[in-house]
């Protein structure tokens, strides 16, 4: 297992354009998360799965965002009608239901984006 | 829900000397528990240490250690022997024991001088 991967490392996309970043978290982790992180602050919460489902969302998450996590595997997250103030580093992480008090997240190494 | 603060945006030490970074945060629990993230230049977030708040004992881990102040809601870092691999952004996330989602502070960023 070679640990939390997303796709792509980074994104050009013009204001108004869709866009759909992936997840792959460590296979034996149910729980999996997204975060986004603007230059030079922290990473901020926007939704977590448990499986297949989605079990919080924040309210950073605006209709135009959408998570999926179909088979409890692998997580998507769609930003339709990207505006310039979407650009950030989106974050996945993922843990084990058990491990994750004692173990914390794994975290990918995130997707760049950048609306122009 | 809880807020995280760290006051400290940037810090620098000299090679082998000893930092410290501060913490502080707001919660309602009574069981929860408080991780260190460390965050270098274009990599992924590692987890450093972290402190379950019904233990007394500071947690060590190697050169990382902490000072936990539960009824201050303190929890600060201190890197002993500071090496130039250390230079990275450190985020403070609690996360109460029931749950399972962490809220991260702004971070600090440390520069180590060689």
């Known amino acids: 297992d070679t640990g939390v991967s997303q796709d792509p490392r980074h994104k050009i996309t013009k204001r108004g354009q869709n866009v759909t970043f992936r997840c792959d978290p460590i296979s034996e982790h149910n729980r999996l998360y997204w975060y986004r992180q603007t230059l030079g602050q922290g990473p901020e919460f926007l939704t977590y799965f448990q499986n297949e489902a989605q079990l919080e969302k924040s309210r950073l998450l605006s209709d135009r965002f959408s998570a999926e996590r179909p088979k409890g595997s692998f997580s998507t997250l769609e930003i339709q009608r990207t505006e310039q103030g979407d650009s950030a580093m989106y974050l996945c992480?993922?843990?084990?239901?058990?491990?994750?008090?004692?173990?914390?997240?794994?975290f990918g190494s995130g997707t760049r984006l950048t609306v122009v | 829900a809880q807020t995280v603060t760290q006051s400290q945006p940037e810090m620098s030490v000299q090679e082998a000397e000893t930092v410290t970074l501060s913490c502080t945060y707001d919660?309602?629990?009574?069981?929860?528990?408080l991780f260190w993230y460390k965050q270098p230049p274009s990599r992924q977030m590692i987890l450093v240490i972290r402190q379950e708040a019904y233990k007394q004992q500071n947690a060590t881990e190697n050169r990382f250690s902490v000072n936990f102040q539960k009824a201050a809601k303190s929890f600060s870092l201190k890197i002993s022997d500071s090496q130039l691999g250390d230079a990275a952004m450190y985020f403070c996330?609690?996360?109460?024991?029931?749950?399972?989602?962490?809220?991260f502070g702004g971070g600090t960023r440390v520069l180590v001088k060689p």
């Open positions: 919660t309602s629990e009574s069981d929860y528990y």
């Open positions: 996330a609690p996360v109460k024991a029931a749950g399972n989602k962490l809220t």
């Open positions: 992480a993922s843990s084990s239901g058990t491990g994750m008090i004692r173990y914390g997240y794994t």
